[in-house]
């Protein structure tokens, strides 16, 4: 009985993970489909399961249109925000984990209020000062502001496992005859690795699907790919624009689930690292 009942339990579990994992995917599967379609097969009521396939419209969007200087500077704007993101991120997460007084919690409340803010406030005070500045439609300029919003974030996840990783390895550094800056990245960062491709990881995602932020300060030959794809997806009116933007969508996810992919083992040792009290 008790194992008709755990073969019913199992069944039902699986049942309702293959039936999550369906409505988590139908999404990005029927927009890869109809990505591959013709407009009037893509349309068609009812739709076509069988209808021919073709590249057309990556062909459109990539060759044609040029998505790849969009590409390009998505993949500048976002090495550069993760770059910079985890310099500064572990060094103050490592300094906030190892210090005890006061202060330390109040610059990390501050720090989470700050991240709390829409990012339209945060684009209000931003915007006037750079073009008052000239700093409009540069690198750079993405670049610091996408930081600026990331840094809290990372930060706080960063500190989190900074804290999971006893003292007493600086402290035997230290007596081993390293420097406070050695002792940090030839002991704890190689401890630290799960923890920090986990935290580059979100502020990967936080630069390369930014939309917001980008439209607003990026134009003409510097826009990034989520930027550009709305002149793509607000053509409601022509089909084949539409699906070369829709085409577009489904190029910018593919690295997506490569990346998730391949780090996953990383990403999920080093959630466990945060939340297992050393």
């Known amino acids: 009985m008790k194992a008709q009942v755990s073969i019913v339990a199992s069944a039902f579990r ?15 599967a029927w927009m890869a489909l109809i990505s591959l379609r013709s407009p009037v097969d893509a349309f068609a009521q009812p739709p076509l399961l069988l209808a021919p396939l073709s590249f057309a419209h ?8 040029g998505f790849w200087r969009q590409a390009f500077n998505s ?16 060094l103050a997460a490592y300094a906030l984990a190892r210090y005890r007084g006061a202060a330390g919690f109040w610059l ?17 005070a931003y915007k006037p000062a750079f073009f008052q500045l000239g700093l409009w439609d540069r690198y750079e300029t993405l670049i610091i502001v996408l930081v600026a ?21 600086d402290e035997a550094a230290l007596v081993d ?19 920090v491709i986990t935290a580059g990881l979100f502020s990967f995602l936080l630069a390369y699907n930014d939309y917001l932020i980008s439209s607003q300060l ?23 624009k539409l699906l070369t933007g829709i085409a577009g969508a489904v190029s910018v996810c593919i690295p997506l689930i490569f990346l998730i992919l391949f780090f996953q083992r990383q ?12």
């Not at 699986?14 to 990005?28: N, S």
Request: neutral net charge; contains cysteine.
């Open 218 to 240: 990026m134009n003409g030959d510097h826009m990034t790919m989520t930027a550009a794809l709305s002149n793509y997806m607000n053509a409601n009116d022509d089909a084949v």
């Open 58 to 65: 990556f062909h459109q969007i990539w060759v044609i249109d």
């Open 149 to 169: 919003i990331n840094q809290p974030f990372t930060i706080w996840m960063l500190r989190s496992f900074f804290v999971n990783i006893p003292a007493e390895l």
């Open 108 to 124: 990390l409340m501050v720090a989470l209020v700050f991240r709390a803010m829409p990012h339209v406030v945060l684009l209000t």
């Open 75 to 90: 993949t500048v704007i976002t090495v550069g925000t993760v770059g910079v993101s985890l310099s500064l991120g572990c």
């Open 177 to 195: 005859g390293c420097t406070r800056l050695q002792a940090f990245w030839r002991v704890i960062m190689p401890v630290m690795w799960p923890g």
């Open 14 to 28: 699986g049942g309702l993970l293959a039936l999550w994992v369906f409505v988590a995917a139908f999404p990005f």
């Open 267 to 278: 990403i999920v040792a080093g959630l466990v690292q945060g939340a297992v009290k050393g």
